[in-house]
Nanobody, 127 residues
Framework: QVHLVESGGGLVQAGGSLKLSCASS????????MGWFRQAPGKEREFVAA????????GYADSVKGRCTISRDNAKNTVYLQMNSLKPEDTAVYYC????????????????????WGQGSQVTVSS
């Protein structure tokens, strides 16, 4: 069983920054794509960003492109999401997730491609 624990969320004013972290208990962490998703109230969970097992960025949602940076530290089994120039519409619960395929990049933007999820971290951006 893989456990993912997000941290770093909180309340921030528009234009501010936050850095989310996601620590994994998975000893094979370095072999999987990791993704960030978010879910706003009343909306479906949507893709934010994904990173390959060796740290190459695989993609960002258009809504965050240029404002967010995904990274990982395989020595610490941790993936990060740096968010800058935050907007009220970024308000959501942010989840990290592990891709279900060993060294696979199939459908990285789809929720169904991920099998383990964290409990989520609330990000609230005030106007």
């Amino acid at each position: 069983q893989v456990h993912l624990v997000e941290s770093g969320g909180g309340l921030v004013q528009a234009g501010g920054s936050l850095k989310l972290s996601c620590a994994s208990s998975d000893m094979t962490f370095r072999n999987y794509v990791m993704g960030w998703f978010r879910q706003a109230p009343g909306k479906e969970r949507e893709f934010v960003a994904a990173i390959s097992w060796i740290g190459g960025t695989l993609g960002y949602a258009d809504s965050v492109k240029g404002r967010c940076t995904i990274s990982r530290d395989n020595a610490k089994n941790t993936v990060y999401l740096q968010m800058n120039s935050l907007k009220p519409e970024d308000t959501a619960v942010y989840y990290c997730a592990r891709h279900r395929g060993y060294r696979s990049t199939i459908n990285i933007g789809s929720r169904d491609s991920y099998d383990y999820w964290g409990q989520g971290s609330q990000v609230t951006v005030s106007s």
